[in-house]
């Protein structure tokens, strides 16, 4: 007997799409973690804006401190954090709750878009805006995460509607 509803479809979607949020999140932390010296140096350069057109117009924007420049990566990296805990969370609470009611099954995603609006922070708001609009990130040929900032940003706006969209019944 075949019990696979397009509701019960639409569930495990949700779910399987933050699972797979989840093991983005985990796979930067272990970059983070196990390569810090290349990634502290992206942070440092943007930060620095030592590569960027018209540095010397712009340098009083500059935080150019190697111990702000850790404080700042070691930020990110915490919201990295919680982001990736929270997405976790959320897809467990979201397959545990894939056979209850509706309103279970919605009031489980709480978990899931606290993690995607933490996301949306960091990769929006702190690479996409702080970047490049006030660090000049994108003027930089080599130390640039514009383009790898939006495609983050592209696949978890969508996913963020979708999961909060309450279409189960």
């Known amino acids: 007997m075949n019990h696979l509803t397009t509701d019960k479809t639409i569930r495990i ?23 810090y010296p290349t990634n502290y140096e992206y942070i440092a350069h943007i930060l620095s804006m030592d590569t960027t057109l018209d540095r010397e ?5 500059a935080i150019t401190s190697p111990m702000a420049h850790h404080r700042i990566y070691w930020l990110i990296i915490t919201l990295e954090v919680l982001f990736t805990v ?20 919605h009031e489980a995603k709480k978990y899931a878009l606290t993690g995607l609006l933490i996301a949306v922070f960091i990769y929006y708001v702190c690479f996409q805006i702080i970047g490049v609009e006030w660090f000049n990130m994108d003027e930089s040929q080599r130390w640039n995460y514009k383009d790898w900032a939006r495609h983050i940003v592209d696949f978890i706006l969508p996913l963020m509607m979708y999961v909060a969209l309450r279409i189960e019944r």
């Open 13 to 35: 979607s949700k779910a399987t799409l933050m699972l797979f949020i989840s093991f983005f999140g985990f796979f930067m932390l272990v970059s983070n973690f196990t390569d």
């Open 57 to 61: 117009k712009y340098s009083y924007r």
């Open 86 to 105: 929270f997405c976790m969370m959320g897809t467990y609470h979201l397959y545990k709750n894939i056979n209850t009611s509706a309103k279970k099954f």
